[in-house]
């Protein structure tokens, strides 16, 4: 009786389905990686400040902030007016870039309007916020950047 011997060779086309099955496998899963990172991840937050016709010497504190997506955060600028007579100023809050704008929700700032800084006298302002996840079109670096102006000046 006459029998067919098996051929014990594996077939080219499994290898290729294996190769590209895996290959599939690590583009789903940093895919997912990549998504949990934009939705759960952190977002560097940097507080940054400009001063015009100021002598003022300004330090924040922190300077970076890494924030988690829905965390209250707050921060401190220490404010000294180095001029030898009180100074009124104003101070503006700018959320930078543009797109971050709706992504971070600022609850109280104490530098922001009008305010009197003393001669000579630290002083420190508290700024408290929350960030949102980047998400799809969320941005990872974000800048908190106050303005002073002495009053009177453009």
Known sequence: MEGTVPDTKPAQGSRTAKVILAVAGVFVLLNAAWFGWRFFGPVTVYLTYSLYDLPFT??????????????????????????????????TLEIEPSSATNQVKVFLTQCSGLNAYQANLPQEYQV???????????????????????IGTR
Not at 128 to 150: D, K, M, N, Y
């Open 58 to 91: 300004v330090e924040t504190v922190p300077s970076v902030i890494s924030a988690r997506p829905g965390e209250t955060v707050s921060v401190i600028y220490r404010i000294k007016n180095n001029s030898m007579t009180p100074v009124d100023a104003t101070g």
């Open 128 to 150: 408290v916020f929350r960030v949102q996840p980047a998400g799809l079109s969320g941005e990872q670096l974000v800048t908190i950047r106050h303005t002073f102006r002495r």
